[in-house]
């Protein structure tokens, strides 16, 4: 298949593929195309087809995984990654927010072959509450035959959630935070996190992610309580703690701020709930090939009544404008490459100058492709869909993730650079499902 000249992406033709259904189109950023259906219980490691299995590291020295907040819905960027690391993809940089944060440290804080294990059995852990899984899942044989009733078991299991928590996450404050006294941690969240530190500890060696030269490098967003300022702690320039995990999915008031060195702390996505503008500002080649994986969609239907307002809120405020920022960096891309050709047919003497060398300092020839992935809801979800853990709902976002990022591994196209002079950045959207 030729490269299409100044698109955005490939339209390349699927293939059935040992079982799997076939792989639909790679399509352009605005498009998108139908989907089939997909078998309930997701897969095991190296359970199914290889024919998403890389031959060969792809052309890029930096490979980019961007994981999005979003709660329960984080088990979808499990998936993905059980896909990433069976065609042996392993990421060179991991930056996450919020939920996209805990999976983005258990992945640089594991060996390669043990990252998805370790996945497994967080996902599984916060999902084995029995107050969650009787209405989840224990009913769901007798009662879940459509997709009023399967809301409604969600709703349940959402409220158990509230009333509860989730085991190894997070618990209910006793008494309420309404009866503490002000000023205490107590009194800012209606959840304690304690029980999250312990499980991070457990599955993640933060030796390994701040040891020097560390692969992954690990990026984690959060907000400065008191300025209002989103920051990232960054592997390479500050040792990372349970606490600055804490700290990038401390979202108020579920969770209480974290305090690191003096300063509280909250969920980054407060600000933008996407790494991708943070990464397009301080990326430098060698060429990347990021796969940004995204919970909330910023495409959706119009609400139909105040329950789909809400939804509909949700996604809108989640999704952080994820593709204005693509575009953002597919200009800055541009520009630095037109720049760094222009300064190249500058005579000897005018390089010299202060000015060029600082322009030259920002124009450097790079090329980045963006593999977009992105979970679709199903419509009986509704808006308590990041907050409803449920076993069955966890395995069927761990199954759409998978399934998902194999469809996309399976286009060759994702793994060539663009070559052309100027417009080296090229984005894949990868749709599940029709929508206009």
Known sequence: MNRLKNADALVTDGSPGNGLEPAPAMVARDQVVPKGGAPRTPPKPHALSKTHRAQKRPGFGNIILLLQGGGALGAYQGGVYQALAEADIHPDWVAGISIGSINAAIIAGNPPNERVEKLRTFWEGITTSPALNVVGGGLDSLLARGDSARSFLNQMSAVAALVSGASGFFRPRFPSPWFQPPGTVEA??????????????????????????????????????RSGNLIYFDSPSRIIKPEHVMASGALPPGFSAVEIEGEQYWDGGLVSNTPLQWIAMTQRPPDSLAFQVDLWSARGEFPRNLAEVATRQKEIQYSSRTRAFTDYFKNVNKLQNMLATLLEALPEDMKQRDDVKFLGSFAKHHAANIVHLIYRPKGYEGDSKDYEFSRRSMEEHWQAGYYDAVRALRHPEIFEPATGPHDRLVTFDFAREHQE
């Open 188 to 225: 800012t969240s209606y959840y304690d996190t304690t029980p999250l530190k312990a499980t991070l500890e457990a599955l993640i060696d933060f030796d390994r992610i701040n040891a020097d030269h560390a692969k992954p490098r690990l990026s984690l967003g959060a907000v400065n309580v």
